[in-house]
């Protein structure tokens, strides 16, 4: 079943969702790599204050990776997020 209506937490939100088109349950895997991201590093994967630009920034699917703590990430948990934050979930 997939669902079109635009909602969700604009951080959390997967790029399929920003775009209108229809979504399923890979959208819930993409707010769980946020969410795994914010425990991993300490701040979210995609941030501003705008939230245009934030949604252009979750749209093309790329993410810090600036952060200090960044360094410190283990190879296996870096593998994982970047199979999470795709912007085509097909």
Do not use: R
């Amino acid at each position: 079943m997939f669902a079109t209506t635009l909602c969700g937490t604009p951080g959390y939100v997967a790029p399929e969702v920003l775009d209108g088109k229809p979504y399923s349950f890979e959208c819930d895997t993409w707010s769980l790599g946020v969410i795994m991201f914010m425990m991993i590093v300490g701040e979210p994967p995609f941030f501003h204050e705008d939230k245009f630009e934030l949604f252009d920034l979750i749209k093309t699917g790329k993410y810090d990776t600036e952060s200090p703590m960044w360094q410190y990430i283990s190879q296996e948990a870096k593998d994982l997020l970047t199979q999470i934050f795709v912007t085509n979930p097909a």
